[in-house]
């Protein structure tokens, strides 16, 4: 029993494990071959998985959408040209509803945010195993294929998000506007302090609550297949015990992957609409 929890927890470790560049502890820069490694790198180390699988993603999705732009007809469209014209409208009326304003930029915006937080998670269907055991031929000690189960990639994009606010929020109001919504909401001037903290705190949990509630819900849904994945170890031999154990993993892997298709949208459209709205909520001036 202390084998077989000892491997278990090593298998969940390893799975949870980012392949990470940065600063050994003996001065050399090069991969942490372990968890402790990574963490002694610090704040400069670089989660290469993280970074690579966003970047690639990003540039598929611009193929995806330039290819469908370029072979686009008048007439019947394709399978492809049909799906990018259907997400377009899709993404129109939501960003109608949520937003109140003017800005050329917000669509476009909206729409590469709904797809590229969409496709990092989507990579949570892929079976977690046969990546391993792919990277593991060819040298790589570590590879997490799903970028928003790191903080490092949903604090980045909430961080991306909230600089917009702020930044639409000078550009629409002006210093002065901007300060005195801090500074004088809700309780006139002579509460300033309390507004101060109030409306700061309001303006920070923005991002952050942007970054964990994506970052919670897609590391939950990874652990869930990571402890479904465990069950198969017990394929040890043939009997009915372990032949039940290994249908009822098979049948709680399809049950809980049909209904993460749903959370991975889920996710991907809430990121989308919170930040519609809270650009909305930067072009509106209060009195």
């Known amino acids: 029993m202390s084998s077989e929890s000892h491997s278990s927890a090593e298998y969940i470790k390893h799975h949870l494990q980012n392949l990470t560049y940065g600063k050994l502890p003996d001065g050399s820069w090069g991969i942490a071959h372990s968890a402790e490694e990574a963490k002694e790198m610090g704040f400069w180390a670089l989660n290469l998985d993280t970074f690579l699988m966003s970047l690639l993603l990003g540039i598929v999705i611009m193929f995806l959408f330039r290819r469908a732009a370029k072979s686009a007809t008048a007439g019947t469209p394709n399978g492809l040209q049909n799906f990018c014209e259907w997400s377009l409208e899709f993404i129109d009326s939501s960003v109608r509803g949520s937003f109140s304003g003017k800005n050329n930029l917000l669509g476009p915006l909206a729409l590469t945010i709904f797809f590229w937080v969409f496709s990092m998670n989507l990579m949570d269907l892929l079976p977690i195993d046969y990546t391993a055991q792919l990277m593991l031929h060819i040298g790589v000690p570590f590879f997490k294929v799903v970028p928003s189960t790191d903080p490092n990639a949903t604090f980045g994009l909430a961080i991306g998000v909230f600089i917009l606010v702020l930044y639409y929020s000078v550009k629409m109001?002006?210093?002065?506007?901007?300060?005195?919504?801090?500074?004088?909401q809700p309780f006139g001037k002579w509460g300033l302090p309390i507004n101060l903290v109030l409306e700061g705190v309001n303006l920070i949990a923005k991002p952050i609550s942007l970054a964990l509630r994506l970052f919670g819900n897609m590391y939950a849904g990874e652990m869930i297949f990571i402890l479904i994945a465990l069950m198969g170890g017990a394929w040890a031999g043939v009997t009915i015990g372990n032949a039940t154990l290994y249908g009822s993993q098979i049948l709680l892997s399809l049950g809980w992957a049909i209904f993460h298709?749903?959370?991975?949208?889920l996710q991907a459209f809430i990121f989308m609409t919170l930040t519609i709205v809270y650009l909305d909520m930067a072009h509106q001036e209060h009195h």
């Open 173 to 184: 109001k002006g210093i002065g506007g901007f300060l005195g919504e801090l500074t004088l």
């Open 261 to 265: 298709i749903l959370i991975i949208t």
